[in-house]
């Protein structure tokens, strides 16, 4: 059985998860909105038509119908003066109000395109004006100037008859222009209250949609994910067998369920664990203590180990002087064996307790600076420097936080190393370089030796591993697996650079400072094959 078969289920919705809830939500919020989004639409686009008809069209309108009529007076006022003066200069506003009408009555014509009633009045004002101009405009127009026209006053009350059916039209025509003007403009102001209205409806629904959201995500997730918060605060604060109490959708619930489970499960591992840890406990104690043997070894080895040793060596020494050339060849030879062996023996042990102390003994971190270190370095290493004529070169180095004496050791072994493996033809050359990459530092110690094959680059940092004779090169075996063991204590790693034929070089990291916590340092195994150890 699950956890969430061990639930109660509430009635209603209670199968509803999280994703369901929010998908539903989702979806009529989106009906809602867009419901609302197409009747704002709706409203933003009617508003928009009417206005455009009102100052586009219905404004322009009456505007123009009263230039038209103030065209076609000009023209009557212009006939009558001339007609009852011949005086010339009542040709001119006539001629004028010709030119306006007709502009005019084009003007609208655009205007009150597709509107039949409004375009009927503009014809019954063209006709009318027509009829006024052919039966009286025109005739007295073309009489003489300089005397009074007969015709205008033979035709007086036919002309005023015509023109007050023209003023009529206008009349009519203005009127209607009018009532339209009036209509667009109420029109209008009842669209932009409706505007009004549903924009607030809008506001109102979008305030209580939030309103429902927000509560929802409170009630659905907020409160069960605060409710599973202080449930796991509370177990986390060591309460284990405090249970979790499942709320909110199916989900969120079946989520509870397995937290639930897994506190049940924690428990068993917690009760597993302080098991192991009591073991643990008793290891380590086995641990310390083994320790402190290896500290006594390292005692023995310092001490009591040397000191037989010493004598031996003493003693052999001795014997070679006062017997050597007294007896035969061979033991000559056995003599110089046990010298030469005892001599080892004595440089053996002397690196290995040098060997053991890195990061035991030597763990005095401060501030060093590495061009002193290797200037240091050089001054030691000077009588070989000299003989091999090596010349070490390098770039400025940089200031770390570091032990000094390590240092001083890494130095010492690495500069050592391309001084003694160098071609027997050739002096060495020897370049030390430092760069930044990324949090660490980056140094190589390039020389132009005998170099380091390929397939030893790894095995020349294990612990008495030699590739080459005691016979054809000196040493121990330790060299560069004290150097490995000095840069992993500081925070870096030491690699062989198999890219480089034209000798050996060395790259290591150092951080800018160590480790608070460096892992121990272990004795590494020595190689059982590859080539002769020492």
Excluded at 47 to 54: F, G, I, M, V, Y
Excluded at 508 to 513: C, D, Q, S
């Amino acid at each position: 059985m699950t956890s969430e078969e061990n639930q109660p289920r509430t009635r209603g919705l209670s199968t509803w998860t999280t994703r369901r809830w929010l998908r539903v939500g989702a979806a009529v919020s989106l009906v809602v909105l867009a419901l609302l989004g197409t009747a704002g639409a709706w409203v933003l686009s009617r508003t928009q038509a009417l206005s455009t008809d009102l100052v586009d069209v219905r404004s322009p309108a009456l505007t123009t119908a009263i230039r038209l009529e103030s065209a076609i007076l000009n023209q009557e006022t212009g006939i009558r003066g001339y007609g009852l003066t011949g005086t010339p200069e009542f040709i001119a506003p006539y001629e004028q109000g010709l030119t306006e009408q007709r502009a005019s009555a084009a003007d609208l014509a655009g205007l009150l395109h597709g509107e039949r009633a409004a375009l009927a009045d503009l014809k019954a004002v063209q006709d009318g004006a027509a009829r006024w101009q052919e039966r009286i405009a025109r005739p007295v127009a073309a009489t003489p100037p300089g005397r009074p026209s007969p015709l205008a006053a033979a035709r007086a009350a036919e002309g005023k008859e015509s023109f007050d059916a023209v003023r009529v039209a206008l009349s009519d025509q203005q009127d209607r222009l009018r009532a339209d003007l009036d209509r667009a403009r109420d029109d209008l102001t009842a669209t932009i209250a409706l505007r009004n209205w549903v924009f607030s409806a809008i506001a109102v629904l979008i305030v209580v949609l939030t309103a429902f959201v927000f509560e929802g995500l409170r009630r659905g997730i907020n409160q069960p994910l605060e409710q599973l918060g202080t449930d796991a605060r509370t177990i986390a604060g060591g309460d284990f067998d405090h249970p979790i109490t499942p709320t909110g959708p199916a989900d969120l619930r079946h989520l509870s369920g397995e937290i639930d489970f897994m506190r049940r499960r924690l428990v068993r591992e917690l009760a597993f664990s302080e098991e192991a840890r009591l073991r643990l406990d008793a290891q380590a104690a086995d641990l310390q203590r083994s320790n402190a043997e290896l500290e006594q070894f390292a005692y023995v080895a310092s001490h009591d180990l040397q000191e037989p040793l010493r004598k031996v060596s003493s003693f052999t020494q001795l014997l070679q002087r006062r017997y050597g050339g007294q007896l035969d060849a061979r033991a000559d030879q056995y003599i110089d064996f046990a010298v030469d062996g005892a001599n080892r023996m004595q440089t053996l042990i002397n690196d290995l307790l040098d060997f053991s102390r890195v990061g035991r003994l030597h763990n005095a971190h401060e501030e060093v600076d590495l061009d002193e270190v290797l200037e240091r370095t050089l001054s030691s290493l000077s009588v070989g420097i000299e003989e091999s004529g090596a010349l070490v070169t390098h770039e400025p180095l940089p200031s770390l936080v570091a032990d000094p004496t390590q240092m001083g050791m890494l130095w010492q072994n690495l500069i050592g190393n391309a001084v003694k493996f160098r071609r027997p033809d050739q002096a060495p050359e020897i370049h030390v370089t430092a760069a930044r990459e990324g949090d660490l530092w980056r140094f190589t110690v390039t020389d132009n030796g005998i170099g380091i094959a390929p397939e030893y680059a790894d095995k020349v940092f294990v612990i008495f591993q030699r590739l080459h004779t005691k016979d054809t090169y000196s040493g121990s075996g330790i060299g560069l697996a004290m150097c490995k063991k000095i840069v992993e204590f500081h925070g870096g790693t030491i690699a062989v650079d198999t890219t480089y034929r034209d000798g050996a070089r060395i790259t290591f990291t150092l951080a800018p400072r160590p480790p608070e916590n460096p892992g121990p340092s272990t004795l590494p195994e020595a190689s059982r094959s590859g080539p002769e150890q020492a």
